[in-house]
């Protein structure tokens, strides 16, 4: 008997510039960073999508059995569980050499802090630029509304998109 | 064992979790995947338990866990979401909704079952009946809300006893027990007077079932003429149901007779109710000098049934010459929720009235 209610499906929270999209995606052939970084296609399927408004985040104003989202309108996604929400080449055996460094890093209507892994000297140009992944995991993440500070999300990851962020701060090495 | 509703849109989640429960607990599932249904199938047989998705197409999960609050028949059942929102602002919504536990998925069946049998735990402890024993409730003044408060009473206990009481309205001149609760009142008592063998089926079967859970024995909707109830039959129709309740409440009409001497001797508590006016305490001085025999479990219950100030209860305790059990307050709102059908006790938990009988019941016990 399978013990722990989880499968194929990954459950996340995807942001928007005004709303919340809690809603299933298939993770069997692609886990949601790759399906995210993937520029074959613009577009993320979701199937039970509940829709909410960002200043109401917990009120399901509509809900649908399937929809898509456009991932360059995407601003953010939290995952709850850390390995659900990295490639597995982030993950598992990947962390020798790296170290974190704590971040703070603005979106539309929200603030991010929580840590970035590195392995090698920073250099946020590379970070934000280099590459083709469009999004950047935070680590340990907390999201709170730059409006209302009282609505704050957490994740194991927030990944966030590259073109979305307006500020990206590091703290210094002690 | 207990009777589990599971409310969730995924089959496979539902066949898994009534599985376990049977397997591990030998409880008794009901699955749904849908709100309406299990708002309906919980209504209508209600749970010991729920566990609730918050994530369902229609109806929201906080939308059955407000409706299942706002039902008396299933306000105090402990309720668990289990949700893959595992945000602090889907937690914070979903206890303001009325849930007693929150989960995110994804979850051992080891861990739901542990907070099953927890919850199960506590509502078993809850469940002990606030007052065991009959408390009979009279004033030989009439117009001093016996029967509301005898009807608040018993709501509050079957409310806290999982329906565990019992009301019984003994006025032989159309009672109005069953009005205030929105109940007809067929059958009632008087279709006990002819019965020839009166055994717990034959009570069982003349006697109301409110949505709260509470059961009431009523008094005939028209005053009974030409026909005298026997005392004996009304003194086994208690006994049976003292042996088949744990608490019950009985609405005395104003008199004196065979009947109310019956319950008061079957009485573990008598409660005469006073108002502040002269008539209410000169009466009330009069039936305490008329049933000193009973003295010791006699208690006085000042009731407020009028707006406006009272005198100083100290006043009236010292023209009594007896301490007061308690003191109802007036809100207006009561008789508005009568007329609905739905005392406040059942309905407003936060009124000082419901919060007055409340009290009264612990000191009462």
């Known amino acids: ?174 | 064992m207990a009777k589990i509703l599971v409310v969730d849109d995924e089959a496979e989640l539902l066949e898994m979790i009534r599985m376990v429960l049977q397997r591990r607990g030998d409880h008794q599932v009901v699955l749904s995947a849908e709100g309406a249904d299990a708002l309906a199938q919980a209504f209508a047989d209600p749970p010991d338990l729920a566990i609730i998705d918050l994530m369902m197409p229609g109806m929201t999960g906080y939308e059955v866990c407000r409706q299942l609050r706002a039902n008396p028949s299933t306000v105090s059942i402990p309720i668990i979401i289990l949700t893959a929102r595992a945000q602090p602002v889907d937690r914070e919504a979903a206890l303001d909704a009325g849930a007693d536990a929150y989960m995110t998925k994804p979850v051992t069946m080891t861990e739901l079952v542990e907070r099953v049998d927890t919850l199960l735990a506590k509502r078993a402890a809850e469940k002990q009946p606030m007052f065991a024993g009959m408390i009979v409730l009279m004033s030989l003044r009439g117009g001093v809300g016996v029967t509301t408060l005898a009807v608040s009473l018993a709501a509050t206990l079957a409310q806290a006893g999982g329906g565990a009481a019992c009301l019984v309205d003994l006025c032989p001149s159309s009672g109005h027990v069953a009005l205030q609760l929105g109940l007809r009142p067929e059958p009632n008592w008087s279709g006990l007077i002819q019965a020839t063998d009166l055994n717990t089926q034959v009570v069982e079967g003349h006697l109301l079932q409110h949505g709260s859970g509470l059961r009431v024995l009523a008094s005939p909707i028209f005053p009974i003429v030409g026909q005298r109830v026997p005392q004996a039959m009304m003194q086994t129709v208690l006994s049976i149901l003292l042996q088949r309740f744990p608490a019950v409440v009985v609405d005395l009409p104003s008199v004196l007779n065979d009947i109310t001497m019956t319950a008061l001797q079957a009485a573990s508590g008598v409660g005469l109710v006073v108002t502040a006016e002269a008539p209410s305490i000169q009466t009330t001085i009069g039936t305490l000098r008329v049933l000193k025999q009973w003295s010791a479990k006699l208690r006085i219950i000042l009731n407020q049934v009028t707006p406006g100030s009272q005198p100083p209860t100290e006043a009236i305790e010292r023209t009594l010459n007896r301490s007061l059990v308690g003191a109802i307050p007036f809100d207006p709102a009561q008789a508005r929720a009568l007329a609905r059908g739905a005392p406040l006790a059942l309905n407003n938990p936060d009124s000082p009235l419901t919060q007055a009988v409340q009290e009264l019941l612990v000191k009462v016990s």
């Open chain 1, 1 to 174: 008997m399978q013990e722990q209610l989880g499968s194929v499906w990954l459950v996340a929270d995807f942001f928007t510039h005004r709303y919340r999209i809690s809603g299933r995606l298939d993770v069997r052939y692609q886990k949601l960073a790759g399906q995210l970084n993937d520029n074959t296609t613009s577009f993320l399927q979701l199937e039970d999508a509940y829709i909410s408004n960002v200043e109401h985040p917990a009120d399901i104003i509509a809900s649908y059995a399937s929809s898509t989202l456009r991932k360059q309108n995407i601003t953010t996604v939290v995952v709850a569980q850390q390995e659900d929400g990295l490639l597995r080449e982030q993950t598992y055996g990947s962390y020798f050499g790296t170290y974190l460094r704590t971040v703070f890093l603005t979106v539309p209507y929200f603030e991010v802090k929580g840590y970035l892994r590195l392995s090698g000297k920073l250099d946020l140009r590379t970070v934000l630029t280099t590459g083709t992944d469009a999004f950047v995991p935070i680590l340990d993440g907390q999201m709170r509304s730059s409006v209302r500070p009282d609505i704050v999300f957490t994740g194991g990851v927030i990944l966030v998109n590259k073109d979305r962020i307006g500020v990206f701060c590091v703290e210094e090495e002690e």
